[in-house]
């Protein structure tokens, strides 16, 4: 795949070390297209030529039930132990309110304990610690591909752990098979071809349900899988982070923790958090459950790492106690409405005949989308993604989750109104699916026009003739100024390096800033050149 | 020194990688003693026999003001933004907040800029993503000792990165000297010492107020010390944490963002935050201002694993807003309440005749305590350390902060009502300073008699005989059991590790089990029967 590369064009920056430059370097491209989105959101009054977030995995359909809970008076408490240091674990009273929260929400057989557990700021935060704390740099943990990308992320950039993919494919392989099917034979497979190339092999990585498949594991495959773990002395890291992310009723999901037992209980390691479930992914909160004290006493050590608020703590655990709510309310909406956004997605995805994988979980949908490639290549993949940029949605292609196939895409449909507007994209312009971008290159950094779609379209609100309005500098834009467009390898960061280095080593300033200042939106132009004098520094 | 020496005869824990096991291992006094302070807290009604904290630098005078403001209805707000991922170098409006509020703290001659500006879940992260990203694994950053030795793991923890100790002398070494005095002369032997021992020296760090000394270095010292740094294209990372914790109103500090102009400005990394200042040291803010661009862009990679939650965020820009709370509330009762406590320990020292740093600044005096070392060794300072803890009172010793002579210890003064009982501790009971506390051992693990001084006495509620009551285990108590008690240089961890290899290497459980259940508190064989069961998983 193309992710974790460098661009061996750009020059090093003298100010950071080789470690320094490889993490500004490191490919993420959920990240850059969540910059990208951050720096122009959409919004339908104030920015409608803003970025349509299709691509980030959050939860936007519940608003509302969050701020009635979250703006009641118990929320506002202070007391002097939340304002001083604390374990480094967590507040006792948070760890107690989570292992109740959990023994009820995963059925466990018994009441799991606030000693097991580990509350940070987030679950990357608990990856790069297990990581840190079971591996020694460059040895490595397995992981069935596609999966959430930002895991190479959260166990390599302080750690230096790398993920072994065991890919899946994409293509049923024979009837008891479905496609991108996780089997303990592939993780066998995959277990030993890292033992051949002499790599040590701490641990797997399960996500469950899956992202970005949207899959639900059974309950005997999860058993399977720390089987299969436990004959191998390998850790089991289960991110159950959409554990209560399912919309269909009958559906059961079964959490490791509500097994009788675990195969190996001192090596499972189970993840969750407020992100996703409790769609607060800006609240930070990720939780480790794990019968393992030495790894939560290594935690402790990290943990001034990870530190959450106090008054956050409390919080969290006032919202966690509220049972009532959490079940009458907030569950039961949450599921009626990603229910609704769900079917409306994929109806639409059915009308254009994109294939689909069918799950009543998760916040997004694993579409096929190879049919628009004009090629089976990663390069054409990114070229599309890089499309769907240009027009203001942002998507995520599956080479940001190490898919082995190219052309499949991860399409968010939990949001309140921006999902309306995918259905329409598709179905009144799939034309420019299988334009080639490089055209536009030629139009310059600031005079990439846009497509009647870049206008969105709310159906409260929809005009005959939308009119060109000011875009921003976008990865893509970036590509014709300084790298080759044929090169998508590079990351926003190196692209911003080979730009900086164009320009040191040229009199392309001088040649190039005039020429822009002749008849341009002043806006564009103030953003351009704060770019070029930051570039040029 | 003793610090980061690791406990050979304790056995690898097998879950654990070998970094696992060093971070387990990983010495830090200050965190132990506030982890034995942690569990058993002393209060004046509900745990009158636990642990006096005048060990961690938190400020405690101020909790009623806080309280007052962090409970006034604009902190209760919440919007979708905020429960949303967002820039990892802190939302814009809370950059906008810090820039506005440290030009006018700092009195920057030019308004401070929200983009150069990071705000982190405290200052530990911002030492971690720094050497990160301008030290390579092994690189080492000089650092004058005594320092906050916190920031020895701060950079060695995640990223590797040694600190090369620049040893200040404790007497002061001619007229124009003072004791622990820095100057460039030192910072240059210590540059060229490293250079000769083959390291690659990145960084220098500089602490302003100190930390542990509590002093304030002047504009021209720290223009120096910035030159030093420029000379030999050294990156300086300036802590000023206890910036606005100078509490005689006459005495000015001097940050470096007051200065015209920096001598070089891309190295230059200052670090604040709301720990120590405003006393909130459980909310996790931390903040760097660096015009360094590419710092900034590395440090948004790392940022996922430091974020703050987005309605924290929200408060912090409210209280640093809030200029008139800040400048006619909050600053000035503090400084009145920081000078009475101060003056009450200093005139308590000054009758028992202990020396220390005089200075108007940070929350902690330096003190000289060689007098009550039988010998100058650090094995003797840290029987001084222990002899306090198990006394029940938390003072910090030198060697936690790599001081290079023995015998000096950090006392916290800014406490409500403990800090009384400092000088009726030292005044009525000294002898015991010189008590050889292996003595002790003899008594066994539940045992360990309690001196008078043991029973807290406060002045409204004293009495004159106070009662025995049960003690709580303590680090040197485990040390009596699985180590050499003249072996002062194990863990807490190390030290439960070797316990755990006793017990699984021999019948010692067996042994020593039914032993204790006689006629001893049935608190403290619960509290000891747990952690044997533990020790013997």
Known sequence: TLLGEKCFACPIIVYLSKRGNSILQYRNILLEG???YNGN??????????????GTSENKLCYDLLHKRLTKPDMLHVEPSLLQYTDWRGHPFLREEVAKFLT??????????????????GCSSLFSCIAAAICDPKDVVLIPTPFYGAIAEDVGLYSDV???????????EGKDSRPFHLTVEKLEEGLQRAKQEGLTVRAV????????LAEIYTQKEMLDFLQFAKRNELHAIVDELYMLTIFVESVMFYSVLSFDSLPDPQRTHVLWGLSK???MSGFRIGTLYTENQDIVDALVHLGCFHGVPGTAQHQVAQLLKDRDWINEEFLPENRR????????????LLTMGIDYIDSPAALYLWTDMRKYLREPSFEEEFRLWRNFTRHKVLISCGQAFSCSTPGYFRIVFSDQQQYLRLGQLFLQNTQYLKQDDTNSDNAGIVRATLSPLSKPVDPLTQRDAPVPAPVSLAAEDLVSVGCQASNPAESLGSLIGTLRHQINSSDWLEK????????EDPEILDVFKALLQRAAK
Chains 1, 2 share one sequence.
């Open 34 to 36: 969540f910059i990208l």
């Open 41 to 54: 959101k959409y919004h339908i009054t104030d920015n409608p030529d803003g970025v349509i977030n299709m």
């Open 104 to 121: 009820h929400a995963c059925r466990s057989p018994r009441p799991l304990k606030a000693d097991n557990l580990v509350v940070m700021n």
């Open 162 to 172: 790398k993920l072994f993919h065991v890919p899946l494919e994409c293509e049923a």
């Open 205 to 212: 990585i399960l996500i469950n349900p899956h992202n970005p």
């Open 277 to 279: 479930d409790f769609a």
């Open 337 to 348: 409405r990603l229910k609704a956004a769900h079917s409306y997605v994929t109806r639409e």
């Open 512 to 519: 190039n800033t005039p020429q822009l200042s002749a008849g």
